[in-house]
């Protein structure tokens, strides 16, 4: 018997998947349809469905849009952030690579104090970065540990917080973004706000340097 993907083309399965996309899109935007426990259950599954078929072809623009498409906010978010610290660490990675380089180009010049000033600084400062990729490393698997799919009815590490002062991510602190224009601030658990948001559940408040935060929903 053929394959599926014998019998499916790339091109094919693309077009199903916009077909699909269409009536997710309808779907989806009714609040009876997320009301229905069944309903929600069987898009859950198109969903899981969808991205399987995906995997089957090559990635292209198109198809890495489309899964996009599918991805929940807190989903999106994540990924944001895991993209982050990934650029971030190659650029380390890179830099450290150059370092070594230097280093090396160092060692072969002639002896005498300004060569040997010269060594030290550059060790230092393989030290820092080392100890900055290392951080980052950390920050990474902490961050890969959160499951986006995830939703619990108190704050706990990976919730999405939504405040009437904006999305609060609590994973790891990685500052400011603009996701689909909107905004969101990862912050860590052990940060004076984070430590204050954990536990709490819709309609609690958070406050830290006399700013109230009141939680409209956690994700």
Known sequence: M???QSLMPGTKLIKIIVEWVKI???VN????FKSNHLNFKCLKFLHNLLTSISDQISPSPHSIKLLY???TLKQKV???YVS???DKISMLRQVLADLKESGANETKSSAGDKHETALAM?????ANNREQLAQLVAQKVLLEKINPAIVAAIVVMGSL?????GYLFVSVALGKAVIDGISFTSLSPQSPLGHQLMGLKEKDTASINNTRYYIEAIE
């Open 24 to 26: 997710y899109s309808i």
């Open 69 to 71: 498409f599918f991805m």
């Open 29 to 32: 935007s009714s609040s009876s």
């Open 84 to 86: 982050i610290l990934n």
């Open 78 to 80: 994540h990924q944001h």
């Open 2 to 4: 053929a394959s599926t």
């Open 122 to 126: 550059l060790q230092i400062e393989q």
């Open 161 to 165: 917080v939504k405040t009437d002062k």
